[in-house]
């Protein structure tokens, strides 16, 4: 089955880095596009970054340009997202997220940036 698991959370302080990896299963993790979303307290689900099946197009939120970078391995099955310059306000869950038939989720891993 279609399984998703995140893992690189953690505490940060501001102006930290971490890098985010989401390990797949269960389809050809090659032939499609990967996000990272994430969702603050109290606050909406947010697409954070997304990236196409080979890597040669990324995008992502306004919030974030600059400061954070997706990318994949496709012989590893897995997607990162290198996280620069964390502010508090990157503090959240985040989810990786694959849109097959439908969007499969991971469990989610939470990132607080505090001092």
């Known amino acids: 089955q279609v399984q998703l698991v995140e893992s690189g959370g953690g505490l940060f302080h501001p102006g930290g880095s971490l890098r985010l990896s989401c390990v797949v299963a269960?389809?050809?993790?090659?032939?499609?596009?990967m996000r990272w979303y994430r969702q603050a307290p109290g606050k909406e689900l947010e697409l954070v970054a997304g990236?196409?099946?080979?890597?040669?197009?990324?995008n992502y939120a306004d919030p974030v340009k600059g400061r954070f970078t997706i990318s994949r391995d496709n012989v590893k099955n897995t997607v990162y997202l290198q996280m620069n310059s964390l502010k508090p306000e990157d503090t959240a869950v985040y989810y990786c997220?694959?849109?097959?038939?439908?969007?499969?989720w991971g469990q989610g891993t939470q990132v607080t940036v505090s001092s």
């Open positions: 997220n694959a849109r097959i038939w439908r969007d499969y």
């Open positions: 269960g389809f050809t993790f090659s032939s499609y596009a």
């Open positions: 990236i196409t099946t080979r890597g040669g197009s990324t």
